[in-house]
């Protein structure tokens, strides 16, 4: 049965699959790309920002406005090194929303997956565009980068601030962890 739904996952994502060029990297969840002559934003679906992340505890901010901004630019310098300006990339649209923003999956690398993985990103578990085996996997991957202190989370203790202490790596909320 795992075969069959992987295959499944497999050929849809073949028959899905959209190219464009990277224009730039706007945020650390934000890309403009240039597709066919035309340029839009794409949203990278489980993905969190810095400046939103864990936030606030009360109404005490655990991490400032600078260092945020700090975790950012790092993280913006790593994805602009893995992907240049004028790169080729293949993604998947997961959502579109209201707005015409669409939450996209980048194939190449698994890109998404890669800079949660090599601890440049935190994983969005709010993100109800991001399927729930790929936000697994991203929280297990996030959870080995914190725990091996590879990428951002060797570098900055603020890392360990802004994660999000009530999801386990198995990607559960906190009330189904009780069922």
């Known amino acids: 049965m795992k075969k069959f739904v992987l295959l499944m996952v497999l050929l849809t994502s073949l028959t899905f699959a959209e190219s464009a060029k990277i224009v730039e990297f706007i945020a650390e969840n934000t890309l403009k790309i240039d597709e066919n002559g035309v340029e ?31 975790l950012k630019n790092k993280a913006l310098a790593y ?18 929303d209201e707005h015409g923003i669409e939450y ?8 998404n997956y890669k800079i949660v993985r090599d601890g440049y990103a935190l994983t969005d578990v709010k993100d109800t565009s991001l399927p729930r085996g790929l936000r697994n996997r991203m929280l297990i991957a996030q959870d080995h980068a914190k725990k091996k202190g590879i990428g951002l989370w060797g570098i900055y203790a603020e890392m360990q601030m802004l994660e999000q202490k009530d999801v386990v790596a198995c990607g559960c909320e906190p009330d189904e962890k009780k069922k």
């Open 40 to 70: 839009k934003r794409l949203h990278l679906t489980g993905i969190e920002l810095f400046a939103k992340a864990n936030n606030k505890q009360g109404s005490i901010q655990l991490v400032d406005y600078d260092k945020r901004e700090e």
């Open 79 to 96: 994805m602009n090194k893995m992907f240049p300006k004028g790169s080729n990339i293949s993604y998947q649209v997961f959502l579109k």
């Open 104 to 111: 996209a999956w980048i194939k190449d690398n698994d890109f």
